[in-house]
């Protein structure tokens, strides 16, 4: 994901965004990935608070079955804000083992981040936020 990964502008009063992505165990050992994520270099205008009030969630979707189809939960995370992202890793479910191929099994994940601006008032329109997400694999045997 080039960074930075989100770079909104003009946001909002009930703004919501989909942003989705592939993350793959690409390991060359025999081990799965425990993810975890969270969010750096966030930069912020405009309404002092919107990295409070600015909330995101991620809904991530595997193969697990391998049918060619990515129907299967991997990780629903809760929704947070972009300042509580911004703290230590949150877990996102475990990538399978590296199967060496593209496009089916439990090493690869489809995820979709929904990021949302409610119950604020106009006093968030027009501020901007970027920010970057880092997804860590913590190997599991």
């Not at 909104?8 to 060359?28: M, R």
């Not at 409070?52 to 990780?75: E, K, M, Q, W």
Request: glycine share 10%; charged share 10%.
């Amino acid at each position: 994901i080039p960074a930075p990964a989100i770079n909104e502008a003009g946001l909002f009063p009930n703004f919501s965004k989909q942003y989705v992505f592939w993350l793959k165990n690409n390991s060359t050992s025999a081990v799965n990935l425990g993810l975890g994520t969270n969010f750096v270099d966030v930069v912020t205008t405009g309404n002092a608070y919107i990295a409070y009030h600015l909330n995101s969630r991620f809904t991530c979707v595997t193969d697990i079955d391998n049918d060619g189809t990515f129907t299967d939960p991997l990780a629903t995370t809760g929704t947070q804000s972009v300042n509580a992202w911004a703290g230590s890793p949150i877990a996102m479910g475990t990538l399978g083992l590296n199967d060496s191929d593209s496009g089916s099994g439990a090493d690869e994940a489809k995820c979709t981040m929904t990021v949302t601006l409610n119950n604020v008032d106009n006093s968030y329109t027009s501020s901007s936020v970027r920010f970057d997400g880092v997804f860590n694999g913590t190997q599991t045997p």
